[in-house]
């Protein structure tokens, strides 16, 4: 068979490294400029929140696709899929960006921690000191989780991404060496550290969500969160791996693919889709039904105070009406032209919707969507593309030696 | 001209497909198969037209979501004008979260009965349908084709299932 391995092509990867020169450039200047506090800030409040409420978006973003390929390889072992091993090396390769992804997310979060920026209020001492003007008995009271020295936020912050990369590295290395040697002692021995993993993911992926992104709105809180960030995160990963195959498949990889394995996958974005339309809805349901001032308050933000509305009606219909329509049809989930159509929309459509719980808790109103934000995307796009394409060079595409490989190379349905 | 009727019994689901495919090769119609299980692919290899229950689905389920706008419409907004939580009903747009679980499930509701029922009608499984299966071993481990043909063209399908691995041929 032809074109086992990868080659990652100069024209590639000057096209990930200009991307990258983009972002890196734009984060340089907009650290250069935002330095004036627009209206509603002070001098004392404001330490370039866009730029590093961006560098937020994107780190949570990409992490966030990197590890739910993850989960879904963990996903995969546990429920003993045979259909997905023929693309088993493009989740691979996407889980790949998780170590880098989690270096930067855990840098982002240091930077709060002294004090370089100020999204997460429980890190000031000063607002859980009683008796200090900016004193905020909320938040005080929530010391226990956020706060006491803040020994517990950096041990649970450390904890999850250590673990999660640990996972990720065993997951690949016994993957590669499976394919060498055969047989199903490591595939069983994948299966149970699959099963650890997602015990562990099941709790930590709320968890995370919470310490990272909803603490942004200190305030407030939510029971859904946990699920609808990870939902959200989840199709991103989904869109991601059914765009990888199809441009690998475009470039004449991957013949052990066929229309049905396609056909998978995009039967998994439509669920998905769903999965987090129906986590916002709920989400957005249940608290405009109580109305509690307290819970309220963040979608208050986010629709009627500072002129997001238009923004986040467009998420929602890009990310449930759009595929909802267009993928229903079982033609549409097999027509590659389709897919990658919906695929680029909605994995735009996601990118906006982790802006969306970013940018009303930080900047407030005085949000942009122009060079910064676009700029920045495009230069974490590259170095992720960058390092999955490194990561999909490092083994050969086609399966050697799997359990499930004969049933994955008769896929049909 | 008469026409003839032939069962074809086989052991195993691969020689009925390979039989199928070069019976339709050979210009044969099959009119119908029974298996104990289903087999992957026979479908298509018989000529049978792609389902069109998708399209009822579609149908029946754009029919429980006017259903159900239109009955929560009438009761919550236009017939008696239901205050709930300082929500008052002026509008339906006003208060559409609070009926989008219902439409949903309506929706679901009649696009899941909407195709049984169908599917059911369609293949005419009612109470006190007789059983069309022509053998009952083909419940268990028997595989059966049913061809259609001409007096005239008998040996020649005779032949092709003999060879096709057809461990027993009648005529009806």
């Not at chain 1, 429980?122 to 006491?148: L, R």
């Not at chain 1, 939902?231 to 475009?250: C, D, E, N, Q």
């Not at chain 2, 007789?130 to 005779?158: C, G, I, S, W």
Request: proline content about 3%.
């Amino acid at each position: 068979m032809t074109n086992l391995n990868y080659t990652f092509t100069s024209r590639t990867r000057n096209i990930t490294f200009g991307l990258m020169a983009i972002g890196l450039i734009t984060i340089i200047a907009a650290f250069a400029t935002d330095t004036v506090a627009p209206d509603g800030f002070t001098a004392d409040t404001y330490h370039h929140t866009r730029t590093w409420a961006n560098l937020l978006v994107n780190s949570y973003f990409f992490m966030g696709i990197a590890l739910l390929s993850t989960f879904f390889m963990a996903l995969q072992y546990v429920a003993e899929v045979a259909w997905s091993v023929a693309v088993k090396r493009v989740y691979e390769a996407i889980s790949s960006f998780l170590p880098i992804g989690a270096t930067i997310m855990f840098l982002i979060l240091l930077a709060g921690q002294v004090h370089l920026h100020d999204m997460y209020k429980f890190m000031d001492n000063d607002i859980i000191t009683p008796g200090n003007p900016k004193y905020d008995e909320v938040i005080a009271n929530k010391h226990g989780y956020f706060g006491a020295g803040d020994w517990f936020f950096w041990l649970r912050t450390v904890g999850y991404l250590v673990v999660w990369c640990l996972f990720q590295r065993g997951f690949i290395k016994r993957s590669l060496q499976q394919d060498i040697e055969g047989g199903t002692t490591l595939h069983f021995k994948q299966m149970g550290k699959a099963a650890a993993f997602l015990v562990f993911f099941a709790v930590t992926s709320s968890t995370s969500a919470w310490d990272w992104m909803m603490s942004l709105d200190i305030h407030w809180f939510s029971t859904m969160y946990g699920w609808y960030s990870f939902a959200g995160l989840w199709i991103s990963a989904m869109i991601t791996i059914i765009l990888f195959v199809l441009y690998l498949k475009r470039r004449g990889y991957l013949e052990q693919v066929n229309d049905s394995h396609i056909h998978d996958l995009g039967k998994w974005v439509f669920a998905i889709s769903f999965l987090w339309s129906y986590l916002w809805f709920m989400q957005y349901m249940l608290i405009w039904y109580t109305n509690i001032p307290e819970e309220i308050i963040y979608f208050q933000e986010r629709l009627h105070d500072f002129h997001y509305m238009g923004l986040m009606w467009t998420v929602f219909a890009l990310n449930f009406v759009f595929p909802m329509i267009l993928l229903m049809s079982r033609d549409a989930k097999r027509n590659y032209f389709f897919l990658t159509f919906v695929g680029c929309i909605i994995f735009i459509g996601h990118w906006l919707d982790v802006f969306m719980m970013v940018m009303p808790s930080t900047v407030h109103g005085q949000w942009h969507l122009t060079w910064v934000e676009i700029g920045t995307a495009l230069g974490f796009l590259g170095l992720f593309l960058f390092i999955v394409h490194k990561a999909l060079t490092k083994a050969p595409l086609m399966i050697q030696k799997h359990p499930y490989l004969d049933e994955t190379l008769h896929h049909h349905y | 001209m008469s026409k003839v009727v032939i069962h074809a019994i086989y052991d195993d689901e691969e020689p009925l497909m390979a039989s199928v495919k070069s019976l339709r090769s050979n210009g044969f119609q099959i009119k119908d198969a029974f298996t104990p299980f289903p087999v992957h692919g026979l479908d298509v290899a018989m000529g049978v037209p792609r389902t069109r229950i998708a399209i009822c689905a579609f149908i029946y389920g754009i029919t429980g979501t006017c259903l159900a706008t239109l009955m929560m419409w009438y009761m919550m907004v236009h017939d008696w004008p239901t205050d709930v939580g300082g929500k008052p009903s002026f509008a339906y747009y006003m208060n559409v979260p609070a009926f989008i679980p219902i439409t949903f499930e309506s929706t679901v509701l009649c696009a899941a009965h909407g195709m049984a029922i169908t599917f059911y009608l369609r293949s005419w499984l009612v109470p006190g349908a007789k059983a069309k299966n022509p053998d009952p071993r083909t419940t268990d481990d028997k595989f059966m084709m049913v061809v259609e043909t001409k007096e005239e063209n008998k040996a020649n399908l005779e032949s092709l299932l003999r060879t096709g691995g057809a461990s027993e041929i009648h005529y009806k």
